[in-house]
């Protein structure tokens, strides 16, 4: 029996699942890297999961971890590692004593909020860079193919 051959992808053209995998990992790793510039060298790649999923209100670790879509454990990590570090708090939640609500301490909300500003100079540099109609072009694509595959995420 022969073993199957692996499709013709040519080195010209890359499929597009590598090119958003690679996009996101060099986003991924270019937030960490600014973080550290920032004055925050503890924060990981990992830690990303949480920044990205959690907003400014709480939220269950269970709900992170489907946000970010990581296992309810792996999101439980995440999160003690982040109260070890002084910048997250998991409190009782309101609604239902038995969870636990993640929440951003103030060191957490500082080091967010750098985040943020860093990504909007990011998109901006994007768009200087590509050209804002093309740039826009872009996430009206990308959002497009989450929407396809993925109908029911926001």
Known sequence: MSSPTPPP??????????L????????????VRSAHER???????????????LGGGGARATDLAARAGITRQSMGEIVRDLVG???????????????????????????????????LGLEERFAAEFGTERYEQARTVLAGVVQLLEPDLP
């Open 9 to 18: 992808f040519s080195d010209e053209r890359s499929p597009l699942i590598l």
């Open 20 to 31: 958003a995998n690679r996009a996101d990992r060099a986003l991924q790793a270019d937030m």
């Open 39 to 53: 004055g925050y060298p503890q924060v990981k790649p990992a830690h990303n999961a949480v920044f990205g999923a």
């Open 85 to 119: 570090l002084g910048f997250v708090t998991m409190e009782p939640d309101p609604l239902d004593r038995r969870a636990k609500l993640v929440k951003y301490t103030p060191a957490g909300v500082e080091l967010t909020n750098g985040g943020f500003q860093y990504i």
